[in-house]
């Protein structure tokens, strides 16, 4: 039998343990909020996502991909653009939107003064789905915890989200892009609250230049956004 000091000291350490692993020895449901709530700065949070996620089993993007494609810019940046998944450039790379697109998303961005230092940018899905097919509802249903988690990370007061894809994952499926794009909406994923706008992705603007005169309207309104919180 354990003395009641010793049993106190047991249960004290069972806590701690409890609290501290990130894994615990349950085959499954090993990405339930409650294993990131670790409190750790921001670096080892985010190193510790994308171990998460380059551990993720059973997801047939990941073995067909070249590389993770986890995020790019500045973690510190109160601004985050999600777009949807990596194609064959940012597959080679292991950087988000270093293709066409993004070359365009640079120019929007130095449209309005900012750049890759200044922002932070990641994917709905980490790993490029062949053909540059849209990712299905399975596939983002298993990468949506990991872009919240994302989120709640960076904890950006501005979260901007890159066409439909982006959009239908982390504001619902109701939605479409004609109507919900240039409007400012409040949202809270995790613990982080957050600013959401929603604008055309650079791929749909390359492929309908007229779109961009809507897109520069939404570029305007997260500018003006940035000096009201003075961002
Ligand atoms: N398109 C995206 O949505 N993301 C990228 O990283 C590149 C292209």
């Not at 790019?72 to 985050?80: A, F, L, T, V």
């Not at 932070?120 to 919240?148: A, Q």
């Not at 603007?205 to 961009?212: F, T």
Request: glycine letters at 4%; one cysteine or more.
């Amino acid at each position: 039998m354990l003395k009641k000091n010793n049993l106190t000291k047991l249960i004290k350490y069972y806590n701690f343990i409890n609290y501290n692993l990130i894994y615990n020895n349950k085959a499954i449901n090993r990405y339930k909020k409650d294993n990131f709530e670790i409190s750790e700065d921001k670096t080892k949070s985010l190193k510790l996502l994308k171990f998460s996620i380059a551990n993720l089993e059973n997801c047939n993007l990941k073995k067909k991909a070249s590389n993770i494609v986890f995020s790019d810019g500045n973690p510190k940046s109160k601004i985050m653009l999600i777009g949807e998944a990596p194609g064959a450039s940012e597959d080679q790379e292991g950087l988000p939107f270093v293709g066409k697109a993004g070359q365009l998303l640079d120019k929007m961005l130095s449209a309005i003064d900012l750049d890759r230092n200044k922002v932070y940018i990641s994917n709905i899905i980490n790993y490029r789905p062949p053909e540059n097919r849209r990712p299905t509802d399975l596939e983002i249903k298993r990468y949506l915890p990991f872009i919240t988690k994302h989120i709640e990370i960076i904890n950006p007061k501005i979260v901007v989200l890159l066409g439909s894809t982006a959009m239908n994952a982390l504001i619902g499926n109701e939605v479409v892009i004609s109507k919900m794009r240039g409007k400012w909406i409040e949202r809270q994923f995790g613990n982080c609250k957050t600013s959401v706008i929603i604008t055309f992705h650079p791929a749909f603007l390359m492929r309908q230049p007229a779109q961009k005169k809507m897109s520069w309207i939404d570029l305007k309104m997260i500018r003006d956004k940035k000096k009201d919180l003075n961002i």
